[in-house]
């Protein structure tokens, strides 16, 4: 059983819900802190990497920078 990762205990861990601990771990794979899914797993469970931190860089890949004229609306 050592070393193996269980969903269950990285959502106790993290308070993350099973829908949007998929996307943390897509999103750890795809960003290259992460080698597998198992490992992003394993970086949530032991506390490597925190939830709120993680929360905060996945919303800041998703936000586009607008232009000053975009902004004014008419």
């Keep these: 059983q050592m070393g193996r990762v269980f969903i269950e205990e990285a959502m106790d861990v993290t308070g993350i819900n099973r829908t949007d601990l998929v ?4 999103y750890l794979k795809r960003s290259g802190q992460a ?9 949530l469970e032991t506390g490597t ?3 709120h931190d993680i929360e905060e860089q996945m919303i800041r890949s998703l936000q586009v ?5 975009d902004e004014i609306l008419e």
């Design 65 to 69: 920078e607008l232009d000053q004229e």
């Design 23 to 26: 996307a943390v771990c897509a």
């Design 35 to 43: 080698s597998s899914a198992a490992d992003a797993l394993r970086l």
């Design 49 to 51: 990497i925190d939830k």
